[in-house]
């Protein structure tokens, strides 16, 4: 099963920390990478949301794949890379409602940092909570396990569990407990070297934590 309803919204897991969100008549990519193939237009990007600049992340082949020449692009005010078309710098704290709405879709840009670790040092990237079809869906984008996480007020979590970058499978379980979402859905594992993890593993210790975290585990999908 590579994809999931919640609600109105499907979810599909690209790979790696890679997404796609239909619902409310949108269709949201986040961090599109290593996509073969072509997708069809209809499956293109009205968004695009990009956590951070690693090219595991922003891909600018995989993107060129997926967005529509009218998509909505949001990067983070430190990316390096330019992109074309309505490209917009975010940064943590950055609140879009209301008439700043994208496309219809609310989206609040928080925090995605490591503790201690040389990969993700504080203001590098971002991770992003989309309001879609009624449902708050949180990317964390490379994280590990912060404080901001306790603030939190989410419908579904899409959490890093491959470690070494990010959080590994413990640490997702805690985040998992700590922003209790009705479902939590791994990411970020078993792509590339250094991230290695058992997603049974953290279905297990959320379900030891927070038992009524639902966990679906999404197999990624190859186009």
Same mark, same amino acid.
């Given at each position: 099963?590579?994809?999931?309803?919640?609600?109105?919204?499907?979810?599909?897991?690209?790979?790696?920390?890679? =997404?796609?969100?239909?619902?409310?008549?949108?269709?949201?990519?986040?961090?599109?990478?290593?996509?073969?193939?072509?997708?069809?237009?209809?499956?293109?990007?009205?968004?695009?949301?990009?956590?951070?600049?690693?090219?595991?992340?922003?891909?600018?082949?995989?993107?060129?794949?997926?967005?529509?020449?009218?998509?909505?692009?949001?990067?983070?005010?430190?990316?390096?890379?330019? =992109?074309?078309?309505?490209?917009?710098?975010?940064?943590?704290?950055?609140?879009?409602?209301?008439?700043?709405?994208?496309?219809?879709?609310?989206?609040?840009?928080?925090?995605?940092?490591?503790?201690?670790?040389? =990969?993700?040092?504080?203001?590098?990237?971002?991770?992003?909570?989309?309001?879609?079809?009624?449902?708050?869906?949180?990317?964390?984008?490379?994280?590990?396990?912060?404080?901001?996480?306790?603030?939190?007020?989410?419908?579904?979590?899409?959490?890093?569990?491959?470690?070494?970058?990010?959080?590994?499978?413990?640490?997702?379980?805690?985040?998992?407990?700590?922003?209790?979402?009705?479902?939590?859905?791994?990411?970020?594992?078993?792509?590339?070297?250094?991230?290695?993890?058992?997603?049974?593993? =953290?279905?297990?210790?959320?379900?030891?934590?927070?038992?009524?975290?639902?966990?679906?585990?999404?197999?990624?999908?190859?186009?």
């Amino acid at each position: 099963m590579n994809s999931t309803n919640i609600g109105n919204v499907t979810i599909e897991w690209l790979g790696h920390a890679g =997404f796609v969100l239909r619902g409310q008549g949108r269709v949201v990519y986040i961090d599109p990478y290593s996509i073969p193939g072509v997708i069809e237009y209809e499956d293109q990007a009205d968004i695009l949301l990009i956590t951070h600049e690693h090219s595991d992340h922003c891909c600018p082949e995989s993107i060129r794949k997926v967005r529509k020449n009218d998509a909505t692009t949001l990067i983070p005010e430190s990316c390096s890379l330019q =992109f074309r078309g309505d490209a917009r710098r975010i940064e943590e704290g950055d609140v879009l409602d209301g008439d700043l709405a994208i496309k219809g879709l609310n989206i609040n840009i928080v925090a995605a940092y490591n503790n201690g670790k040389p =990969f993700h040092p504080p203001g590098i990237g971002v991770g992003y909570i989309i309001e879609i079809a009624g449902k708050k869906i949180y990317h964390a984008g490379d994280t590990d396990l912060i404080p901001e996480m306790d603030d939190l007020s989410v419908d579904v979590a899409l959490l890093p569990i491959g470690g070494t970058y990010t959080m590994d499978v413990a640490e997702a379980a805690e985040a998992a407990a700590r922003i209790h979402p009705k479902v939590a859905i791994p990411m970020h594992y078993n792509c590339v070297d250094g991230t290695e993890a058992d997603p049974e593993r =953290f279905k297990e210790l959320v379900m030891d934590k927070a038992p009524d975290v639902d966990v679906i585990i999404l197999q990624a999908l190859s186009y």
